[in-house]
């Protein structure tokens, strides 16, 4: 395909930008979310340092996303031959792979960060000495980061599987 019809950007491009993008978005989301789940938390600390071990799982829960993204780039890397090798991906197909790799790029900005406000509230419960229900509300905003997780790698086999039966691999 005419690479003019990718904006004059490669295959093998866009394939890393997606997975740039996957790593950044995530990371950027956990970044925020942590400090927000943090700033509460330390408030808490700070009257009351025998909660830390109820409070740190709240704190750090955004911190996944970022995993997440991390992963959905990685598997870029690694389903494509990105990893050192000289790989020409056709246009077509590296734009596909930059696509795939949104749902797990903007899903874990958006989640980590409501995670960390929900961590913020749970962190209240916590403060509250009813720690039992806290953590279970920032885990229901998990379920969608690992959603598009789980959408993004299904996305990124079927490309790399039909661009082993096209010989694109």
Same mark, same amino acid.
């Given at each position: ?14 394939? !890393?930008?997606?997975?740039? /993008? #996957? ?9 925020? *979310?942590?400090?927000? $789940? %943090? ?59 930059? !696509?795939?790799?949104?749902? /797990? #790029? ?9 995670? *960390?406000?929900?961590? $913020? %509230? ?48």
């Amino acid at each position: 395909m005419n690479d003019l019809l990718w904006w004059g950007i490669s295959g093998t491009d866009w394939a !890393l930008i997606g997975a740039g /993008v #996957a790593a950044v978005l995530g990371g950027i989301g956990s970044a925020v *979310g942590i400090s927000v $789940a %943090s700033n509460v938390t330390s408030g808490i600390l700070s009257e009351d340092g025998t909660k830390f071990g109820k409070l740190l799982p709240i704190a750090a829960m955004p911190g996944t996303q970022g995993i997440y993204g991390f992963i959905g780039a990685v598997l870029v890397l690694i389903f494509f031959n990105l990893l050192g090798g000289q790989v020409d991906l056709p246009g077509a197909l590296g734009f596909k792979v930059f !696509l795939a790799c949104l749902p /797990v #790029a903007f899903q874990c900005l958006v989640s980590a960060i409501y995670q *960390g406000l929900t961590g $913020a %509230s749970a962190a209240r419960i916590v403060a509250a000495d009813q720690p039992a229900p806290a953590l279970i509300f920032p885990a229901l905003v998990e379920t969608y980061a690992v959603l598009a997780l789980i959408v993004t790698i299904l996305m990124l086999l079927g490309l790399q599987a039909a661009a082993q039966a096209a010989g694109a691999l």
